[in-house]
Every structure is written in structure tokens, then in C-alpha cells.
């Protein structure tokens, strides 16, 4: 007959059960030494912990600022070339000059803005003795689509070198510049 009580126990218990009843048998475990700490310590945190936190959170917040100033001026490059293909949108669905004036304000904008970040662009070419005295010294219409694709180029390569710096910043900040390199 098999017992029911050792068919039911569980392998921890049958370790348990197979261990000596008396325990106090047995020698008892030493302690490691522990160092003595101060009362202050015990609540407090060490020196070179507490410099590397700070140390870590200084260099991410300045690279985060960095970054941040980087990431707004491209939106807001962005946002005026949308503007300003909107307005081309508006330009091309009207032959009104109002709409050419706007397109061609928002254009120089553009242009104006990235020249003062150091992207130099060509502007297209302007109607001249082509159409109508009216529109001569608008920008050719079919022409503006590949110079905001080139605005557009030029806005993300603009990016990446900013993204560079920021890179390299935070390699001295971290001081892995000289090792790196």
C-alpha cells in the first residue's frame, strides 16, 4: 500500500523532512563583518554617486536644450515651406496677382530666414518678358516646386550638421571626445 501522505508532499517538504530535527546541531553561520556606518550615511548618498547623478543630469539637460533649440528652428522651417506650398497651391488655382504676391512673400521669407542660418539658396527665375507686364517680376510658377524641393534638401542637411554638434557637445560634456577620437 502506498502511503498518501508521502505521495502528496512536495519536493521542498520531503527536502525538509529529510533534514536533521535538531538544527541547533549544526554550527551557527557567521556573519560578514559589516562596516560601520554613520548615522548620517545610512540616509544619505555617496559622495561619488551623488556627483556622477549630477554630473549625468547637468549633461542631459544642457544637450536636451540643445537639441530642443535645434529641433524648433527646423519646425519652424518646415512650417514655412508648407506655407509656402500652400500658397503655391493658391498661386497655381488663381491667376490673381494677390495669391502670385503672397507666394512670392512667403518665398523671400523663407529665403531670408535660411540665409540668416547659413543656407544659401538661388531663387528661381522670375516671369520677366514672359508673360504679361503684370506678373514680370514674379517667380515662374512651374519653377517653384523644384526650388522648395531644394529648400527642402538643403533645411534636413542643415539639420544633420546641428545634430552634429549636439552630438559633439555632449561627447565633451561627457569627456568621451578624446576617447572617441
Known amino acids: 500500500m502506498v502511503d498518501w ?3 502528496h508532499m512536495s519536493e521542498h517538504s520531503k527536502i525538509e523532512a529529510a533534514a536533521p530535527a535538531d538544527k541547533s546541531a549544526m554550527p551557527p553561520r557567521r556573519k560578514a563583518a559589516s562596516p560601520e556606518w554613520g548615522a548620517d550615511f545610512v540616509a544619505s548618498e555617496h559622495p561619488e554617486t551623488a556627483r556622477h547623478r549630477i554630473q549625468h543630469d547637468f549633461i542631459m539637460t544642457v544637450s536636451g536644450l540643445s537639441r530642443e533649440a535645434v529641433d524648433k528652428r527646423y519646425t519652424y522651417l518646415q ?3 508648407d506655407k509656402a506650398k500652400e500658397e503655391l497651391g493658391h498661386a497655381r488655382n488663381a491667376s490673381n496677382e494677390m495669391r502670385l504676391a503672397a507666394m512670392q512673400s512667403n518665398l523671400d521669407e523663407l529665403v531670408a530666414y535660411l540665409a540668416g ?7 528661381p527665375n522670375r516671369n520677366g ?10 517667380f515662374v510658377i512651374d ?3 523644384a526650388f522648395m524641393g531644394e529648400l527642402g534638401f538643403l ?11 549636439v552630438h559633439d557637445e555632449l561627447l565633451k560634456l561627457t569627456g568621451l571626445a578624446a576617447r572617441v577620437r
Open 143 to 145: 519653377e517653384v516646386p
Open 5 to 7: 501522505k508521502a505521495q
Open 117 to 123: 542660418h547659413g543656407i544659401h539658396a538661388k531663387l
Open 155 to 165: 533645411i534636413d542637411q542643415w539639420y544633420e550638421k546641428e545634430m552634429v554638434k
Open 129 to 138: 518678358e514672359k508673360g504679361p507686364i503684370s506678373i514680370a517680376h514674379y
Open 79 to 81: 512650417r514655412l515651406i
